[in-house]
């Protein structure tokens, strides 16, 4: 009899059971072939469940949480201090701008807020490399 454990969303799921198989411990998603039948199913009640033995148990759960927890610098830094920012939502003003100008390319990359200055920028898309990790400065 295998132990379910809950996860937030399928693709969380699969992140967890490759982490829990990388750790030694036989693990599986419980109706992951129903995913691919009805994409939208872990937006319901039927959130995907990940499966492992009762032996494996309290270590599934503790490497489970430690991949949760496992936080990393923003996607979007603020330029100014570092902090996490959030896409400012204008959607009114933004649709007014759409319809009389016709510029599609500022849906591309929206002015951004950072709560811990109080600061709204445009923050442009971050380089996928570096240039240390290419050898040569990145080519736009």
Same mark, same amino acid.
């Given at each position: 009899?295998?132990?379910?454990?809950?996860?937030?969303?399928?693709?969380?799921?699969?992140?967890?059971?490759?982490?829990?198989?990388?750790?030694?411990?036989?693990?599986?998603?419980?109706?992951?072939?129903?995913?691919?039948?009805?994409? %939208?199913?872990?937006? %319901?009640?039927?959130?995907?469940?990940?499966?492992?033995?009762?032996?494996? +148990?309290?270590?599934?759960?503790?490497?489970?949480?430690?991949?949760?927890?496992? +936080?990393?610098?923003?996607?979007?830094?603020?330029?100014?201090?570092?902090? +996490?920012?959030?896409?400012?939502?204008?959607?009114? &003003?933004?649709?007014?701008?759409?319809? &009389?100008?016709?510029?599609?390319?500022?849906?591309?990359?929206?002015?951004?807020?950072? %709560?811990?200055? #109080?600061?709204? #920028?445009?923050?442009? #898309?971050?380089?996928?490399?570096?240039?240390?990790?290419?050898?040569?400065?990145?080519?736009?």
């Amino acid at each position: 009899m295998s132990t379910p454990l809950p996860a937030h969303s399928h693709g969380h799921a699969i992140i967890a059971v490759n982490a829990l198989r990388a750790a030694g411990i036989p693990a599986t998603i419980a109706d992951s072939h129903m995913q691919g039948l009805y994409p %939208g199913m872990d937006t %319901g009640f039927l959130k995907p469940r990940i499966l492992v033995p009762p032996a494996f +148990e309290a270590e599934a759960r503790t490497i489970i949480a430690q991949a949760q927890a496992a +936080e990393t610098t923003p996607l979007y830094p603020c330029p100014l201090c570092g902090g +996490e920012t959030h896409i400012r939502a204008r959607p009114i &003003l933004a649709t007014i701008r759409l319809a &009389l100008s016709g510029q599609f390319a500022k849906l591309r990359n929206p002015p951004r807020f950072c %709560g811990a200055c #109080d600061s709204y #920028d445009d923050v442009g #898309d971050s380089e996928p490399f570096t240039a240390e990790e290419l050898g040569y400065p990145p080519i736009r």
